[in-house]
């Protein structure tokens, strides 16, 4: 069995997403490269993770960098949600970011 | 609030409101006749609405995790305790005649004291099997909190509580353990495994409850909330039994310490319900959706 190779320019776009997905939970919540719509899914998913978890869960995810990160915050979502519905989550916010 | 938890809560609410209006004819009247029939029929169809909703949920929130998520076996346990606590219900309903629809075992009753071992069957079901599934369940939950660094130090009072709690377990097996000479059976045997199983659960709610102050007011933090409520309100209905026993209690405070196992039924019964609005929340159009257009 042979896979084709994905067309580059759509790894460079899945990276950019994931990269965005981290970024989406950084402080600087004002940044001047995040558009509008950026913006505004990192507002809600902020308001998302209180609703879900509590307004504290965003503190207890920081890393050293003092951010939260995909590798930081998918295995707790993963752990108490179940992999299914963080996975659903994930789909959306790639989509829209 | 999650629908499911407001409907849970208005039928508590309810039920607490009928119960006062027996307890206040018990107060004026002194006869236990209303609150007899009270707890015999709408007491035992709130526990069997509120095991069931709970053994139900707790079983869709199993599905939602793949075989091998920790979780999975902790939600699996929760709705094994769930199960154990509805069937041992139904079983005391059953053999005791606290069946509101009906006096159906007198006609089918065998000779030889069955539901006598029945009701003691029931017991043990519903109260050591459930807390042990319960126990489990918890212990794998703090596992996965302790691994995130969820679970915070425990403060003095935790320390104090946790202190008391081990002095009343041992004073409990002391009170117990020399009776173990007089032959009894099985049952009662198992069923004094029911206060160390409560003091465990009561150590494991304590430790939880520390890891939902450091979440704060989320769903998921309200599902384990719900946890630790249920198994204090237990404790308390557990002491009020204890009181009630050694005279401690007068009739009336007695009669008012039953209404404490609604409250533990309907928190039982929410835990798994903030667990589903909190996995429903991820489906919501409302986290990122709205972006478009």
Not at chain 2, 39 to 56: D, K, P
Not at chain 2, 88 to 98: C, K
Not at chain 2, 223 to 230: E, N, P, Q, R
Request: hydrophobic share 50%; glycine share 8%.
């Amino acid at each position: 069995m042979c896979f084709e190779a994905a067309p580059a320019s759509g790894l460079d776009d899945l990276q950019t997403r994931l990269n965005q997905w981290s970024h989406l939970w950084t402080q600087e919540s004002e940044s001047a490269s995040r558009t509008e719509a950026q913006q505004l899914v990192a507002e809600r998913l902020a308001s998302w993770m209180e609703r879900c978890f509590g307004q504290r869960m965003q503190s207890s995810l920081r890393g050293k960098e003092n951010q939260i990160s995909l590798a930081s915050s998918t295995p707790v979502f993963n752990a108490f949600l179940g992999r299914r519905a963080t996975r659903e989550l994930s789909r959306r916010v790639l989509q829209d970011i | 609030m999650p629908r499911l938890v407001r409907w849970i809560w208005i039928l508590l609410a309810l039920q607490l409101a009928l119960g006062m209006i027996a307890y206040a004819h018990f107060l004026i009247t002194g006869q236990y006749s209303l609150l007899g029939w009270y707890f015999w029929a709408l007491g035992s169809l709130f526990f069997l609405v509120m095991t069931a909703t709970e053994c139900c949920l707790a079983i869709i929130c199993r599905t939602w995790f793949d075989w091998d998520e920790p979780m999975r076996l902790a939600w699996g346990m929760i709705a094994c305790a769930a199960l154990a606590r509805l069937a041992g219900t139904l079983l005391r309903a059953v053999s005791d005649g606290h069946l509101p629809w009906g006096y159906w075992h007198r006609f089918s009753q065998p000779s030889g004291g069955l539901f006598v071992s029945l009701s003691q069957l029931g017991m043990v079901v519903g109260g050591p099997l459930s807390m042990a599934f319960l126990a489990i369940g918890l212990g794998r939950v703090l596992s996965i909190q302790r691994k995130f660094h969820l679970v915070g130090s425990l403060t003095r009072g935790d320390r104090a509580l946790l202190l008391l709690v081990l002095a009343f377990t041992i004073s409990q097996l002391y009170i117990n353990l020399p009776l173990s000479g007089n032959h009894p059976s099985l049952g009662t045997m198992l069923l004094w495994l029911s206060d160390p199983l409560l003091s465990l659960l009561l150590i494991e709610a304590i430790l939880v409850r520390r890891s939902v102050i450091r979440m704060g007011q989320g769903l998921v933090a309200k599902c384990w909330g719900m946890f630790v409520l249920a198994i204090v309100v237990t404790s308390a209905g557990d002491a009020a039994i204890w009181a009630s026993n050694h005279g401690l209690l007068s009739a009336s405070l007695t009669a008012l310490s039953w209404y404490i196992w609604f409250v533990a039924a309907a928190a039982f019964a929410s835990a798994p319900a903030y667990q589903l609005a909190a996995i429903s929340l991820t489906r919501e159009s409302s986290v990122v959706l709205p972006l478009r257009g």
